[in-house]
């Protein structure tokens, strides 16, 4: 199994976030999050992330398995480096005073060395090239759809091979949204595994292969996404039908 989440309880303070959720996600896949604002998704992503303090969510019983390795003791720069997973946040959180190639450079801060760095800056602005573009411009001048497109370029920067993406179409207009999913596409067919939020529910079951609906910190539904699309109670509270 590549990511194991088994029966996790989440807290921040005393308010319980998560009630004992499970679910998994197979290494090649694309698996999507569903569920209202103050469902728990962000509050799953944080924790798999192991977020330090003071964001960070207290987990007070479960356990997270990532290619069998349980995550609840290993610091955040861990699992960035040595496991390769990153978080594509919501918000996108650049830094808006450094340029598209200082915040680039930034997340090539564990990979000291790596003579594969160069290949692949190339390879973001081949994805990207409005980034190319832009590479020497501050990030803080970059419309919401570049900064998008950077926040996604910046994991790619750490050589993820797991990325978790916090409402990527979050602000885009439907042509730069439909360029955003297309590129993960094509990540994922390249062998990129990705586990993604997305409020527009439509779009995130037509893009991903399996789903989980979570409603106020439980799993309500899951399956294939062909299989929640169809799902009456789905539609209606998801879906708009």
Same mark, same amino acid.
């Given at each position: ?34 569920? !209202?604002? =103050?469902?728990?998704?962000? *509050?799953?992503?944080?924790? $798999? +992330?192991?977020?330090? /303090? ?96 950077? !926040?996604? =370029?910046?994991?790619?920067? *750490?050589?993820?091979?797991? $990325? +978790?993406?916090?409402? /990527? ?73």
């Amino acid at each position: 199994m590549y990511l194991q989440v088994d029966n996790l309880r989440v807290k921040y303070g005393n308010i319980e976030a998560l009630h004992g959720i499970s679910f998994t996600v197979e290494q090649g896949e694309i698996v999507t999050l569903i569920g !209202a604002n =103050g469902a728990g998704k962000t *509050t799953t992503l944080h924790t $798999i +992330m192991r977020l330090p /303090p003071p964001e960070a969510p207290k987990v007070v019983s479960g356990d997270i398995l990532f290619k069998g390795k349980s995550l609840l003791n290993v610091p955040p720069h861990e699992v960035v480096d040595k496991l390769n997973i990153a978080l594509v946040p919501e918000g996108r959180h650049i830094f808006g005073n450094l340029s598209v190639e200082e915040n680039l450079q930034l997340a090539t801060y564990g990979r000291k060395g790596d003579p594969t760095i160069a290949k692949d800056y190339q390879r973001v602005y081949d994805l990207f090239p409005r980034l190319a573009e832009r590479r020497k411009q501050r990030s803080e001048q970059l419309s919401g759809g570049e900064q998008q497109m950077l !926040a996604v =370029g910046r994991a790619l920067m *750490t050589k993820c091979e797991f $990325i +978790m993406l916090d409402e /990527p179409s979050m602000g885009l207009a439907p042509l730069l949204m439909y360029d955003m999913f297309r590129t993960l596409k094509q990540l994922n067919q390249e062998g990129l595994t990705i586990l993604l939020i997305e409020q527009n529910a439509n779009l995130a079951l037509k893009f991903a292969h399996r789903g989980y609906v979570l409603d106020t910190g439980e799993i309500v539904a899951s399956g294939p996404c062909s299989q929640l699309r169809d799902d009456p109670e789905v539609k209606k509270a998801y879906l708009g039908g």
